[in-house]
């Protein structure tokens, strides 16, 4: 895709995220590679109201190239790039499920959502959660980095997942399985729930690996 392609795309899921109710306000970012540095969607811009002529352009040092301030969390989706040098996109919300799960005390740090469909396997994968740090805070690319390396998909602690794809469409997928799949999880809280077995897991990640 050209530049201004993916300016467009990314403008467009951002709307559709926003009307889902997956960004409320200002929140949540979007970005994607391009051949001499990054696309990120500007600080305290709508999802739903992106212009693309305006979606910032960054070096792959972070430095501004173009368009408006990038989001302050742009230095969280380079970290994350340069661990998953086949990620080309990434997606970070504060959709409402997700970062509901993400302030539960008694979840598992090494793997948040338990296995309860085949796509949340297939597409979201082992989902760690990255401790707690104030937005902004540099100190969070070090903690995304270090689980990135084998996860590409994250959920911040008290603030939401970050999820990396292979292109857009995959990334933006994954994050929205990931939000259905924490609402079904908090919904069946409490109920007896028929979960994978460890074999159908084991069988889903080696016919569709991540």
């Known amino acids: 895709m050209t530049e201004s ?3 467009e795309q ?8 926003f009307e889902r109710g997956y960004g409320a306000g200002a929140s949540g970012n979007i970005s994607h590679l391009v051949e001499d540095g990054l696309l990120v969607t500007p600080t305290n811009s709508c999802m739903g109201r992106l212009d693309p ?5 960054l ?15 742009a230095f969280l989706h380079l970290a994350m790039y340069r661990e998953r040098p086949n990620a080309k ?6 959709s409402t499920y997700s970062v509901a799960l993400s302030c539960i005390k008694d979840i598992d740090p090494t793997d948040v959502l338990p296995p309860i469909t085949a796509y949340a396997v297939m597409r979201v994968g082992k989902l760690p959660l990255v401790p707690y740090f104030r937005p902004g805070d540099m100190a969070l690319a070090g903690a995304v980095a270090q689980l990135a390396k084998a996860h590409h998909a994250v959920l911040l602690a008290n603030h ?8 857009l469409d995959s990334a933006v997928y994954a994050a929205e399985e ?21 074999e159908q897991v084991t069988e889903l990640r080696e016919t569709f690996p991540s």
Do not use: N, Q, Y
């Open 89 to 94: 996109a990434i997606v970070h919300l504060h």
């Open 10 to 17: 990314i403008a467009l899921h951002g709307k559709l995220l």
């Open 5 to 7: 392609t993916l300016r």
């Open 59 to 73: 070096s792959p040092a972070g430095e501004l190239l173009a368009g408006d301030k990038p989001s302050k969390e």
């Open 178 to 198: 990931l939000e259905e799949t924490a609402k079904l999880h908090l919904l069946l809280r409490g109920c007896d729930v028929r979960l994978l077995t460890a």
């Open 160 to 167: 939401g997942p970050v999820v990396a794809g292979k292109d």
């Open 53 to 57: 002529a305006r979606i910032s352009k």
